[in-house]
């Protein structure tokens, strides 16, 4: 085993070859050191925000919930307060908390504001601290207006204590009092708090509640008490767990965040890559003084350790550095992003780094890890080989370990097939994950069988220069293999994404104008519970001069499972045809109507989280009761993701007698002016500011607008995967032009121009990266497949048309070539600096 | 780029006459730089055609350099090098590179012959590079494969042969395309002695054969004395010390 | 809280029903609430054995308060009547006291104050009284009642045949009657473990609209059964100096003969103070009241019993059993009140 001496041998070779590397190349250490920063980096900032972001989204969800043993749910338009009554009768219970939760409609403004309405002396068991925070105003809070704004809501509305401001309830504004601005610590989010008798009244809301929170007298059995409880509970009041609840908001952002992170995860193993291609390059590079040294005495481990202590080296400046990045990256996301890494669901004021040091360290340790296992495969190959056949030079056993790897790759493509195949994991594409990966290895593991099968068939061209190249690279098949490998894990990865944003994107927009037919669009608040349009507003509407057809819909929210995000429920359309008609449904076809129920078309997330199939019975707690409907198709909602389900205006308003609706589409006369008819619309309403009118194509840009957005981060991961491929093309490219020098000399020698041997290297430049890419693209391709058919439909259950975006893949493809050449040409360049009669002197 | 040669005029070289005289160094002279002392000083030389001439000397004293100048690898301080009458001084780097490619063949020390390209390939490089087509391209390297007596070996790689059969691949590569002069830069400096002996016999046999005239550098007086005739390169000049075998 | 202080300050300037009219209590009518006075009380103190014979100070005590809001709001949950409730047990083991409180708005049947009788309760807590006989049942966080409380004597009417005078300002009075020596019977349970206990035990009721005046400070009340049968009452309203505002009284005898005691006719005079390790505030919990032609010494059944109901009432005070004694005799048992000591109390 080690003895010191051992030791301190492998440390002094390590320390002589290190500084050697350095003194050679410190550019392309400090670039290998800033790739592995660069995924450590993207790992613990995506980590952080995340992690801070969902802290501060579970705090404040458990502020809200409070100590709550139960709480019973009802729908949005809520259940009689007569059930709270019987609760707080009930001595199962040691407390029971009333609470109206309402997201309010404010004019002019396109986000609500969540109120609570709560009995403060009830509600003091369960949260103490709320009480003390009101302090001063609970007595004053019984004024019908008076409400208590969180700091932040007073932040975003900009309202101070003793302002009033308006909501709307129906099509009518009411003004509201702050009383008074709840402390920082209190709520992070934006609400509002009143007292229950006030939200009672102002938002027209008399004899109703929506929420209540309940504790259990001591030593009761939670979940039978639970259980027992849901009995009592009318059709669409649910009794949950606290924790399911503080569970639910964050679960629907989990698909989202795993994303993130395995993109991030991608960054660190592209660095990991790139510290491989480095050290193989450095490896094969130093082949001779390597051999030298062990000529000279130096024990194979002894060179083993030197070699993957100089990647460790590497990895621990690189991870350091990565870490201290990450925390910049994610204070600056917290600050200007306020914590949403772009799919809008995880907003959060206030949320703050907690640089805590565990993650840290095991990001420092993975980006490591990452290099050292870079490192070691290179040294053990290079400690491994004979130094008598590293002395004498060529790759000469390269087929063999090609074969071999090819067998591995043949193998995992095999188990990458397999893995896309498997449902989701807890509601998460595990396994669609894996198969990526599985995937991409195994493609890159067939790359040295594929090079040299490629390059063998490659025909003679007579062209002096480019038989030459190919024959170049077919000698150095170990180091093609490698430059081209960088290129198509990058490449395809770049492929596979552009792939999949583009096919969602162009299926965004046909869903867009297919649900968008009409001219204008308008709604109030999206997500409120509190502004709408009576039959009197709608006709008042509808009499607008311009309208020649208006079609209003009615949204509320259902919750099915209390494990899960509510439901959306749309009523749109006169009839059920008409209904069908007008809905981007799947396998369109013309389905029959059901005669027997009533039909509702479900979106695509209800049959992967709820299991519904066509034509089944489906129950839903309707006004208390529950109805029976027949699912009746399916149809694609990229809106909602954790799912909606449409009926006929018609069935709602037999099933809950409301005929009110909060959105509209309007087509309009012949020659009518959009700008004219939104302002007489506007003019229907005491505060028609607040309802958002838009015509379908602003509607249609600003929606794609907003899916750029959310997409951005990934673009820009795109980015960096690329660069990162082309730096390992150029190190490849630099390294074997250093160790070709004497061979340029020769060929100086016997006559060939400075300018061939320049269009040699691009040769080799442009046949490396033009297999590359068209390997990556085959590659890519799959993998998107990957991505649009598992990834995608599992991450956020909704279908989307694969589409490929030829322009930007062939842009992107002919960029790529053009770099690699360039860089093959440089590095030429920089090689043949040295003149060629010095360089055939060189033994090399 | 390169041109169709006329192959019934293999020795000619553009833009320079029939003339007998292969190559003549007028005054030439070279130092490394200006505080050393010149390596050589008016050095006045004439080769003419069919001559085979050796250049010995002690390591240092200049002798590849004045190799380098030969082939226009390297540029005098003063005179000048005419390789079949063309001052190389008046060429620019390519018009250079493009006159080496047709009136010179090397040899090196270190054989410099491609690993990744078979016997016949790397034997075909000047033909290639002076884009001699078929048939005429496989004809003139068989010829030149037999002569060195490497044909069986002409579709084995570089890295399969000896070091002898190495040499002899870039004897051969030297002179496929027949050039007006041959250089030898201590080929058999790599070679054990029988290689040696037999490389030496080749390079004369091949060089009056197929070349105009031919220059070998060696240090060692066994080899020069296969030369017709062998100078010494001294401090300051050459001189000459005898015909060679 | 602060807060509830501040606000209950304000009510008490706000023009409401005003004993200064006065009027005759008519019983059973005026054991029930009083719905349109700010403030009202029902308020038992006493003292209790167990069957181990260990002694046992308890109160029940339940507020009634009307705030100032928009009663036009058709929601259940307006809050027109607010039900306050207080209980504490004084438990020499313990050394300190068993307390919980509950606030609640009347409404849905879930807590009120009714009119006719008493009759008072919010979630599980409650006292009623049917046939001369309360009933006090009450299920704290780790303590509950369960008591009997029989009367036997006739209601005493405190001040001007049960107006009372609470300062030199003629508008600061209240409606106020007492039952002293009521029989209790019952069980108490501390933490789990049931007692069967007996005692005896003081009943207040007061409402009123305005109570303390401006200056006033806090007040220092007494309640004592004599063993003699006969029956103490006495308070005195201090000033934000300290100074003695006002005072007054009552004293009965076994056979019924009732005083009414004048200002000059009580005199409160503090001795020893003890410092409450939770608060700071120093109680003086042994005193010498003179009330009339008696002079008795008060010692508690333990110092330590600091009322802290800042999450209802809003006040911390000292309330609690002590022993009455003349001339170093032992003669009776009942409660002592002191408010004000650490901030100046407002009532609701």
Not at chain 3, 25 to 47: I, M
Not at chain 3, 232 to 256: K, N, T
Request: include cysteine; hydrophobic fraction near 45%.
């Amino acid at each position: 085993m080690n003895t010191p001496r051992d030791a301190r041998g492998a440390f002094a070779i390590w320390r002589v070859l290190l500084l050697a590397q350095f003194r050679e190349s410190p550019a392309r250490l400090t670039v290998t050191v800033l790739a592995i920063a660069l995924g450590v980096a993207l790992g613990a900032a995506v980590y952080l925000v995340n992690g801070a972001a969902l802290n501060e989204f579970g705090s404040a969800t458990k502020r809200l919930v409070g100590e709550a043993d139960v709480i019973v749910r009802g729908p949005r338009e809520g259940f009689s307060e007569r059930l709270f009554t019987q609760l707080a009768e009930d001595t199962t219970f040691g407390a029971a908390s009333p609470v109206l939760e309402l997201e309010v409609a404010l004019p002019g403004q396109r986000d609500t504001l969540k109120v609570l309405g709560v009995d403060m002396f009830r509600a003091a068991a369960l949260q103490p601290a709320l009480v003390g925070e009101i302090g001063e105003g609970l007595y004053a809070l019984f004024q019908p207006d008076s409400i208590y704004l969180s700091s932040s809501a007073a932040r975003e509305l900009k309202l101070r204590r003793g302002d009033t401001f308006a909501v709307i309830v129906g099509s009518t504004p009411k003004t509201l009092h702050v009383l008074g601005i709840l402390s920082e610590g209190s709520y992070s989010q934006a609400l509002g708090l009143m007292d229950i008798a006030s939200a009672q009244w102002t938002f027209n809301q008399i004899g109703r509640l929506n929420r209540i929170d309940l504790r259990l007298q001591p030593g009761r059995d939670i979940d039978v008490a639970r259980r027992d409880l849901q009995q009592r509970l009318p059709a669409g009041v649910l009794a949950v767990a606290p924790q399911v609840e503080r569970d639910r908001a964050v679960s629907v952002t989990r698909a989202y965040r795993i994303n993130l992170n395995m993109l991030a995860l991608v960054a660190l193993l592209a660095g990991a890559f790139l510290v491989f291609s480095t050290q193989s390059l450095a490896v094969l590079r130093r082949r001779r003084s390597l051999a030298l040294l062990r000529a000279l005495g130096v024990t194979r481990g002894q060179l083993q350790r030197a070699l993957v202590g100089e990647g460790a080296v590497l990895g621990v400046l690189g991870s350091f550095l990565g870490v201290l990045l990450g925390l910049g990256f994610a204070v600056a996301v917290l600050q200007l992003l306020t914590g949403d890494l772009g799919n809008g669901q995880l907003r959060v004021v206030g949320a703050s780094i907690r640089a805590a040091p565990l993650p840290l360290l095991a990001f420092f340790v993975m980006g490591t890890v990452a290099a050292g296992v870079g490192a070691w495969l290179p040294a053990r190959a290079a400690a491994r080989r004979p130094p008598a056949r590293s002395l004498k030079g060529g790759d000469g056993d390269y087929t063999a370990v090609a074969r071999y790897s090819a067998s591995i790759g043949v193998a995992l493509l095999g188990l990458g097939a397999l893995l896309s195949q498997l449902p989701a994991l807890r509601g998460l594409p595990v396994f669609g994950y894996a198969a990526i990966a599985s995937l991409l290895f195994g493609a890159v593991l067939l790359v040295p069988t594929l090079t040299v099968k490629a390059l063998s068939v490659a025909p003679r061209t007579r062209r002096i220069v480019l038989d030459t190249a190919v024959a170049q690279l077919r000698e150095n098949v170990a180091l093609s293999a490698l430059s081209l490998a960088s290129i198509i894990v990058s490449f395809s990865l770049m492929v596979a994404m552009a792939i999949m944003v583009y096919s969602f994107r162009v299926s965004f927009d046909q869903w867009l104008v297919k649900l968008l037919p009409a001219d204008m669009q308008l709604r109030e608040p999206l997500g409120n519970d509190t502004a709408y349009w009576s039959a009197a507003d709608q006709s008042r509407l509808a009499a607008v001069k311009g309208i020649s057809r208006i079609d209003f819909r009615r949204t509320r929210q259902l919750l099915l499972d209390p494990a899960r995000a509510p439901v959306t429920l749309i009523a749109r359309g006169a009839t059920a045809t008409q209904t069908a008609n007008e809905l981007p449904l799947i396998g369109a076809g013309t389905q029959l109507l059901p005669t027997n129920a009533e039909p509702v078309w479900i979106s695509e997330s209800l049959q992967d989280l709820y299991g519904y199939k066509l034509g089944d019975k489906i129950r839903l707690p309707l006004d208390g009761r529950l109805h029976t409907y027949t699912v009746a198709g399916m149809w694609r909602d990229y809106a909602r993701t954790s799912g909606s389900l449409v009926m006929s205006r018609s069935a709602y308003r037999d099933a809950t007698g409301d005929d009110s609706a909060n959105e509209g589409s309007i087509w309009l006369n012949v020659g009518a002016d959009a700008g004219v008819v939104e302002a007489a619309m506007r003019a229907r309403f005491p505060r028609g500011d607040s309802i958002e009118i838009l015509t379908s194509t602003a509607l249609r840009d600003r929606s794609l607008r907003i899916f750029d957005h959310a997409f951005a981060i990934t673009y820009a991961l795109e980015a960096i995967a690329v660069i990162i491929g082309l730096m390992g093309v150029s190190f490849a490219a630099s390294s074997t032009a250093l160790a070709r020098r004497a061979e340029f000399g020769m060929l100086r020698h016997i006559g060939m121009l400075r300018r061939q041997i320049i269009e040699m290297l691009a040769g080799e430049g442009i046949i490396t990266s033009a297999f590359g890419v068209a390997y990556g693209l085959i590659l890519g391709t799959a993998l998107s497949l990957v991505l649009v058919y598992v990834v995608n439909r599992q991450s956020f259950n909704w279908s989307i048309d694969l589409a490929v975006p030829a322009w930007q893949l062939m842009v992107l493809s002919v960029t790529l070539i053009v770099a690699a050449a360039v860089t093959a040409i440089w590095s030429g360049r920089a090689a043949m600096s040295q003149d060629a009669v010095r360089a055939v002197r060189e033994d090399c | 780029m390169p041109r169709e040669v006329d192959w019934t005029q293999p020795l000619s070289v553009e833009g320079a006459s029939a003339d007998p005289v292969v190559l003549r160094l007028e005054r030439l002279s070279k130092r490394y730089s200006a505080d050393r002392p010149a390596l050589f000083e008016g050095i006045d030389l004439e080769l003419r055609q069919g001559e085979y001439l050796a250049v010995m000397g002690e390591s240092g004293v200049g002798k590849s350099t004045l190799l380098n100048l030969l082939a226009g690898l390297d540029q005098p301080d003063s005179g000048r090098v005419l390789l079949g009458g063309v001052d190389l001084s008046a060429l620019d780097d390519d018009g250079v590179t493009l006159l080496r490619r047709r009136a010179v063949g090397f040899v090196f020390q270190a054989f410099h012959v491609l690993p990744y390209l078979s016997v016949e390939q790397n034997v075909a490089l000047p033909l290639d590079l002076l884009g001699v087509r078929e048939p005429e391209r496989s004809r003139r390297t068989t010829e030149m494969l037999t002569a060195v007596g490497l044909a069986p070996l002409a579709l084995r790689y570089a890295r399969e042969l000896s070091g002898g059969e190495v040499q002899r691949v870039a004897i051969a590569r030297a002179l496929v395309h027949r050039p007006r002069l041959l250089l030898a830069d201590e080929p058999t400096g790599n070679l054990d002695a029988r290689s040696a002996a037999q490389t030496l016999t080749l390079l004369r046999e091949q060089v009056k054969a197929n070349a105009g005239a031919g220059i070998l550098i060696t240090h060692s007086r066994t080899a020069a004395e296969t030369a017709d005739r062998i100078l010494v390169l001294e401090a300051g000049g050459l001189r000459s010390l005898g015909p060679g075998r | 809280m602060r807060s509830l202080r501040t606000t209950w300050t304000a009510w008490v300037f706000l023009a409401m029903a005003n004993v200064a009219t006065g009027r005759p209590l008519v019983f059973p009518a005026d054991y029930g609430s009083h719905p349109e006075f700010r403030t009202e009380w029902w308020y038992v103190t006493g003292w209790l054995t167990t069957d181990s014979g260990a002694p046992l100070g308890f109160q029940i005590t339940f507020f009634r308060s009307k705030p100032d809001i928009d009663a036009s709001n058709p929601s259940a949950f307006t809050p027109r009547q607010l039900v306050i409730a207080h209980c504490a047990i004084s438990d020499p083991k313990r050394g300190r006291l068993w307390q919980d409180q509950r606030i609640r708005r009347a409404g849905l049947g879930l807590a009120d104050a009714a009119s006719g009788d008493t009759d008072v309760w919010l979630d599980h807590w409650s006292l009623k009284r049917h046939d001369g006989v309360y009933t006090a049942k009450i299920a704290a966080e780790d303590f509950s009642f369960d008591l009997t409380l029989s009367e036997s004597q006739s209601v005493l009417l405190n001040g001007d045949a049960g107006v009372s005078r609470k300062g030199p300002d003629k508008e600061s009075t209240s409606y106020y009657y007492s039952l002293p020596h009521l029989h209790v019977s019952g069980e108490i349970t501390r933490q789990g473990s049931a007692d069967r206990v007996t005692g005896e035990a003081w009943f207040d009721h007061e409402w009123s609209s305005q109570y303390l005046d401006a200056e006033a400070a806090g007040w220092d009340w007494i309640g004592i059964n004599l063993d003699d049968g006969s029956a103490l009452m006495a308070f005195r309203i201090r000033g934000v100096q300290g100074e003695q505002r006002w005072s007054g009284g009552s004293l009965r005898d076994a056979a019924g003969n009732l005083q009414i005691l004048q200002p000059s006719q009580v005199e409160f005079r503090a001795g020893r103070r003890w410092v409450s390790p939770r608060t700071g505030i120093r109680y003086p919990v042994q005193w010498s009241v003179r009330a009339g032609a008696r002079q008795i010494d008060l010692l508690p059944l333990i110092d330590d019993q600091e009322n802290d109901t800042r999450l209802s009432t809003g006040a911390i005070y000292w309330e609690g059993a002590v022993r009455a004694y003349e001339q170093e005799h032992l003669v009776g048992r009942g409660y002592l009140e002191l408010t004000g000591y650490g901030e100046r109390l407002r009532i609701r």
